[in-house]
């Protein structure tokens, strides 16, 4: 039996809103790492349903359909989450130093398990959303796959240069 039966996994999402930093701007406190997930009109009728805080966009354009959202909360205080990013090189997790990386990377998909947390204020109550796993894969350009696999294989080229008479510094070349 699955530890919270209650958490909630959503796979191929896309994410949006990202602050993984966690940067103080017009919507966000100083501190507070969250991202919103996309959602389908099927998933944001379920999640709702179940208590979560789904909100909605507002349309850009007449016409246009109404967007499902969900905010989540990213949190180091209590039990970190697991985040992880997948390359061509492999998988590698992202401990709260590093999480804000996925701010810029390039999203090809990515999956999510998210746990619920109920609140009740003020005779109002719902469901938060906190993070509590997330994998990514990450789009890689043609020349990041280039170059890595150039380097893989010419380490030994690699160590020779770092033995030579040339030192680099802030790329530019000082003899020594």
């Known amino acids: 039996m699955p530890r919270n039966d209650r958490n909630r996994t959503l796979e191929d999402i ?24 996309l959602l389908d009109e099927e998933t944001a009728r379920n999640m709702e349903q179940d208590g979560w805080n789904v ?20 949190s180091y205080k209590n039990r970190p989450p697991k985040v992880c990013m997948i390359t061509s090189k492999g998988m590698t997790y992202l401990g709260e130093a590093e999480v804000e990386l ?3 990377a390039d999203i090809e998909t990515a999956d999510v398990t998210l746990n619920p947390y109920e609140w009740a204020v003020n005779n109002k109550s719902g469901t938060k959303a906190y993070l509590h796993a997330l994998y990514v894969k990450i789009e890689e ?29 802030d790329g530019e070349y000082e003899l020594q």
């Open 14 to 37: 896309t994410i949006a809103f990202r602050n993984f930093a966690g940067k103080e701007d017009v919507y966000n406190r100083a501190g507070d790492r969250n991202f919103a997930i």
């Open 55 to 74: 909100k909605y966009l507002r349309e850009r354009e007449e016409g246009d359909g109404q967007q499902a959202y969900i905010q989540v909360a990213v």
């Open 102 to 104: 996925l701010d810029w």
């Open 141 to 169: 350009d043609y020349l990041q796959q280039k170059w890595t696999s150039y380097v893989e294989n010419n380490r030994n080229d690699v160590r020779e240069l770092e033995g030579s008479e040339h030192v680099v510094v």
